[in-house]
T-cell receptor, first 114, second 115 residues
Framework: KNQVEQSPQSLIILEGKNCTLQ??????????LRWYKQDTGRGPVSLTI?????NTKSNGRYTATLDADTKQSSLHITASQLSDSASYIC?????????????FGRGTQLTVWP | EADIYQTPRYLVIGTGKKITLECSQT?????MYWYQQDPGMELHLIHY???????EKGDLSSESTVSRIRTEHFPLTLESARPSHTSQYLC??????????????FGSGTRLTVV
């Protein structure tokens, strides 16, 4: 069964600290993996997209890694800011159909305290 | 910078009412999607469209219907709303050629409450 599991479910850190969010997936055949940031009451916004051959991709203070062999990804946030408080969703796409089926994780709810 | 718009942002209606959630995108994307999301849960695909006059049901059974008469417009209709329809509804679009590179663009969502 194709699944995407994220950990931790929630995380509280102090402003300025770093943190790492985890994503494990069983989706096959794999096409790409995306990390989205979703503010409360808003739609998800794309942070990074990684294909099979990519190991690391950065977007400002966000760095995503992908290990396609172990089917794991992580999102590292450096020097956190209050505005980083949001849900971070891992989304994996398969190659099994023209639609490019998306499998969503439940997200990690990050809270940054001053 | 989002070029996909959903209205209304919030809606509270009574049971049995007919409602239409609007979704429009200005990017010329051929594919459009409706997702349902409950708090703390993953997004579930309820409808999608490959293009004009093309609509399909998604993974999650839904009593809603959709139409795609124009490329830019993908409204979702509930003929008779029930409390079980209370949820957040997210519209998204993607370009067939670029979906794998740039991902999907999501709207801000409609928070629906049926009382």
């Amino acid at each position: 069964k194709n699944q995407v599991e994220q950990s931790p479910q929630s995380l509280i850190i102090l402003e300025g600290k770093n943190c790492t969010l985890q994503c494990n997936y069983t989706v096959s055949p794999f096409s790409n993996l995306r990390w989205y940031k979703q503010d409360t009451g808003r739609g998800p916004v794309s942070l990074t997209i990684m294909t099979f051959s990519e190991n690391t991709k950065s977007n400002g203070r966000y760095t995503a890694t992908l290990d396609a062999d172990t089917k794991q990804s992580s999102l590292h946030i450096t020097a956190s800011q209050l505005s980083d408080s949001a849900s971070y969703i891992c989304v994996v796409s398969d190659r099994g159909s023209t639609l490019g089926r998306l499998y969503f994780g439940r997200g990690t709810q990050l809270t940054v305290w001053p | 910078e989002a070029d996909i718009y959903q209205t209304p942002r919030y809606l509270v209606i009574g049971t049995g009412k007919k409602i239409t959630l609007e979704c429009s995108q200005t990017m010329g994307h051929d594919k459009m999607y409706w997702y349902q999301q409950d708090p703390g849960m993953e997004l579930h695909l309820i409808h999608y469209s490959y293009g004009v006059n093309s609509t399909e049901k998604g993974d999650l059974s839904s009593e809603s219907t959709v139409s795609r008469i124009r490329t830019e417009h993908f409204p979702l209709t509930l003929e008779s709303a029930r409390p079980s329809h209370t949820s957040q509804y997210l519209c998204a679009s993607s370009d067939y050629r670029q979906a794998s590179l740039f991902g999907y663009t999501f709207g801000s969502g409609t928070r629906l409450t049926v009382v």
